[in-house]
């Protein structure tokens, strides 16, 4: 398995402001997974992050809004820009040791973020 | 379109009461089917992976399986502190994990 960390593991944002969320692995992994858990929901995946190249945006989610970093392989970030009230979320990362021959995901603890 | 489907949304069980969770799916060439744990506040506490149908998988007091339809898991004389949701998801062609809204378990003493 993998050990993630996300900080912060929650915050409290006004209307129009941005917050970076930072995600750390334990080990080295190719793919990392940036997820949204919207309240009494279940998790939609945001993008994909592989390190050495361009984040995947899944739709209805778009860079400008959700930019995110990949800069080596034990670390991603994701910025919530621009927020509104409809962003209060858990924002969770995970990864997958596909690359070990496994295609099992392991999440983080996520961000609770609430946007007043 | 990708598809999964648990049933029910909530269980109510007494401790000692066995019941079973379904997670039906439709998912365009499925890798494997995830089982995870979620707890009030935390990110998903990953269960089991299972990869072809007839395939069994056994931790504590649950147990998954699967078919070329749908996943079961099952929970063998249950504890309060099985109490969670449990979250099924289905990995596609390209890694990506499709949830199911979830089934909340709650086991009373």
Not at chain 1, 2 to 21: E, F, H, M, W, Y
Request: charged share 20%; glycine share 8%.
């Amino acid at each position: 398995s993998a050990v993630i960390s996300q900080k912060p593991s929650r915050d409290i944002c006004q209307r129009g402001t941005s917050l970076t969320i930072q995600c750390q692995v334990d080990s080295q992994v190719t793919m990392m997974f940036w997820y949204r858990q919207q309240p009494g929901q279940s998790l939609t995946l945001i993008a994909t992050a592989n390190q050495g190249s361009e984040a995947t945006y899944e739709s209805g989610f778009v860079i400008d809004k959700f930019p995110i970093s990949r800069p080596n392989l034990t670390f991603s970030t994701l910025t919530v820009s621009n927020m509104s009230p409809e962003d209060s979320s858990i924002y969770l990362c995970s990864v997958t040791l596909g690359d070990r021959g496994s295609y099992e995901q392991y999440f983080g603890p996520g961000t609770r973020l609430t946007v007043t | 379109e990708d598809q999964v489907t648990q049933s029910p949304e909530a269980l109510r069980l007494q401790e000692g009461e066995s019941s079973s969770l379904n997670c039906s799916y439709t998912v365009s060439g499925l890798r494997g089917l995830f089982w995870y744990r979620q707890d009030p506040g935390k990110g998903p506490e990953f269960l089991f992976t299972l990869y072809s149908a007839g395939e069994e998988k056994e931790k504590e007091r649950l147990k998954a399986t699967l078919t070329k339809k749908e996943s079961f898991l099952h929970i063998t004389a249950p504890k309060p502190e099985d109490s969670a949701t449990y979250l099924c998801a289905g990995i596609d062609s390209w890694g990506k994990l499709q949830f199911g809204a979830g089934t909340q378990v709650v086991v009373t003493p």
